[in-house]
């Protein structure tokens, strides 16, 4: 099929290449001149393991390009819209503005008989109002067909999704039409076994949403579970997994930590608390309120955590962050944890110093107040705590003697969980987790919490 993606952020980009490998004509329409040319040069503006190989491949067999023009995409049978949808400047709702202007601008070059069908996440009553832009061409199909790829992970999830699915009109014949449309683009994976599901517009709105919102309330679930866990010596690694050998549960996102951050969990679960306030629907409003919560909160618990670990006082200390982007195998630095925390430290008079395989350069530019380092044994190298809060490989796996012999005190806060703190403890270091690393005392009848004294300095400063 000829087809057009219409916007070549990280979605676009992903989406406009998986289908050229798919054995498609596409091109990606972006208003972006700059980005355009790096994508038509076959290298991705952000990382994403597998895509520059991907992008490649599509251009040199002529199935791929990429245009600023929207003209180019006149001839296409089918148009995927994969613009940002960001949380607005001035609510918790999502920002339409820019899948309002990609419709209008494309609205003069479709073809008859071409379908339009929106990839990105939007609140419900969003087709709706697109389709009053578009209802000047009766003869334009509407879908909506939600993405669920992950970063790190993108090329795969989009070539191997674990479903399909497609929002379409209620009028059986228009249904239908969009159901050929999209069963002709994805023909390789259906045939491959993928699960297809065939849905009204508002579920394929919602279910994007829904679906961040669950994982958001596992992963602030078990962070909560982690300060009980502090509170009472129970360790939360334990815990969860022992959790999640029920099949009810799973073990999936029971992993405590840092919390969740990114382009995507943050403003999705806010958007859906801004729909089920403007429908009156308090209980998702305030579940939402709550699972946000929770998942903030653990930025400022590490940061308490800092504090102690450095004696009660971060100013003057020379810390060491692991971990720029807000997740491993992605350079995303949006609303990332890691970074959150880095400021905090700062801002209490620590002297910080980033380090990150992928995200330095975007740190850097949103950042420049804190100090990067792009070699992690040079970030390392006199450091009085170092913190892993972006849970690299290269991180988890880093050998604690090594480590040891460059930094100016052994001490580890993993906010990530991420290490294993007995092979770490055993090369000298004090190893903290959230969730892990008080000890409660049986012995003690008060019931006090045991923090683990600060190791002094080579200069007796405590």
């Not at 700059?34 to 992008?55: N, S, T």
């Not at 050998?245 to 919390?259: E, M, N, S, T, V």
């Not at 403003?267 to 919560?293: E, H, N, P, T």
């Not at 600060?454 to 400063?461: E, I, S």
Request: charged fraction near 20%.
């Amino acid at each position: 099929m000829r087809i057009s993606v219409i916007g070549c952020g990280y979605l676009g980009a992903v989406h406009a290449a998986t289908l050229a490998s798919m054995g498609h004509s596409v091109v990606g329409i972006d208003v972006d001149a700059a980005k355009v040319e790096q994508l038509g040069r076959g290298a991705a503006p952000f990382f994403e393991p597998g895509l520059d190989e991907l992008l490649r491949d599509g251009i040199a067999t002529g199935r791929l390009s990429f245009s600023t023009d929207f003209a180019d995409a006149a001839r296409a049978q089918l148009h995927f819209l994969c613009v940002g949808t960001p949380q607005s400047k001035t609510s918790d709702g999502a920002d339409l503005s820019y899948l309002v202007a990609a419709t209008v601008a494309l609205l003069p070059h479709l073809a008859a008989r071409s379908a339009v069908v929106g990839k990105s996440t939007v609140p419900v009553g969003t087709v709706d109002m697109l389709g009053g832009l578009l209802s000047a061409r009766p003869d334009v199909l509407l879908g909506w067909n939600p993405e669920f790829l992950r970063q790190g992970t993108a090329v795969k999830d989009t070539l191997v999704p674990d479903r399909l699915v497609y929002g379409v009109p209620g009028d059986g014949h228009t249904g239908a039409a969009v159901t050929a449309a999209l069963d002709a683009v994805y023909e390789p994976l259906l045939a491959a076994g993928i699960p297809r599901l065939v849905c009204n517009f508002a579920t394929a709105e919602l279910i994007k949403s829904a679906s961040n919102a669950y994982l958001a309330t596992k992963l602030s679930f078990i962070n909560a579970m982690a300060e009980l866990c502090d509170a009472t010596g129970a360790d939360v690694k334990q815990l969860g997994a022992a959790m999640g050998f029920d099949p009810r549960i799973g073990g999936r996102y029971l992993h405590a930590g840092l919390g969740f951050g990114g382009g995507c969990l943050p403003k999705d679960i806010r958007s859906l608390r801004v729909q089920a306030a403007r429908l009156g629907v308090d209980s998702v409003d305030q579940w939402m309120a709550v699972v946000d919560s929770i998942n903030q909160d653990q930025r400022s618990r590490t940061v308490g955590l800092a504090r102690e670990l450095c004696g009660g006082q971060l100013g003057g200390r020379r810390v060491t962050v692991l971990g720029a982007a807000f997740k491993p195998d992605t350079d995303d630095i949006r609303d990332s944890p890691a970074l959150a925390v880095a400021l905090q430290l700062a801002s209490a008079g620590a002297h910080v110093t980033v380090t990150d395989p992928a995200a330095i350069n975007n740190a850097w530019l949103r950042y420049p107040q804190l100090r990067f380092e792009p070699s992690t044994s040079a970030a390392l190298e006199g450091a009085e705590l170092v913190l892993l809060l972006t849970e690299w490989e290269e991180y988890a796996s880093l050998r604690p003697a090594v480590a040891g012999a460059l930094v100016r005190r052994r001490t580890l806060l993993d906010a990530r969980n991420a290490v294993d703190a007995g092979a770490w403890e055993a090369a000298g270091w004090t190893v903290r987790g959230l969730g892990r690393g008080r000890a409660f005392n049986p012995s003690d009848s008060a019931g006090h919490q045991l923090v683990p004294a600060a190791q002094p300095l080579a200069d007796g400063t405590p």
